[in-house]
């Protein structure tokens, strides 16, 4: 455990490596925030608060969101509330704070790529995400196209990448097939995952690796025709773990 101050918090911090469903339901890191708060005459000492957790879009502008809280914390405050030791106002007031505190932490950290809280807030949704709708969708697209070649090694023996040459079985190829981006499990994840797919290609600079192009005999000579230079230079390579038995001349 760290304490940093952050405005005129000091915040006792725990990473750990702990890892958690985050802000879009993907794989993220927990942190946990610990601070005294005081509201009226009323002391909570050590209250959690934690980070990274996955928020539901539909409460996105109410204040506080983004932040989860101790709920033994909160129970002790509105204790306070009853016994005229503080008002509802004030317990208020500290949790926003406290919130809006965090929130311009992480949005000094570029958590999620974002710079702003409608970016912080965005999740796939937002005016410059629907202006890249066509564009991702485009990608998503020819990576299924590719995919869906890969299931026919005899009819696509080649599968090429920039200046590389592959054979179709070929361990970086099956490895491209398997990349993190444009996959999912069952059709309702799909709009789902394109709209993580769209976030991520508008506010950060996160590209998915593209699969490799799966290529028949006829595509390929084409391809490789293509990048022979005026003196007859190759401008291709064949990969030198699969060594694919392909003309160099």
Known sequence: MQSRSVD???????AGGITVSGWDGLPAQLEIFTVTVTVGSETVPDMRFYGGLDHHPIRREIQGWGVAVELAGVMQ???AITTAKT????VRAALVDIAETLERKWLGEGVRGASTPDSLRCFGDCPR??????DVRRIRAEVNRRRERYQYPDRYPYAVSGRSVHRITCREVKRSMQSLGFTSDTAEDEERLFRIELRAYTHTDVRHEEPRLPL?????DRWRAERVGPQGGLRYQPCKICNPDIALA
């Open 8 to 14: 005129r918090y000091v915040f006792a911090t725990t």
């Open 87 to 90: 008002d509802i106002g004030e």
């Open 77 to 79: 405050m509105l204790d």
């Open 129 to 134: 995400c629907e202006a890249n709708v066509a």
């Open 216 to 220: 028949t005999p006829e595509e390929f």
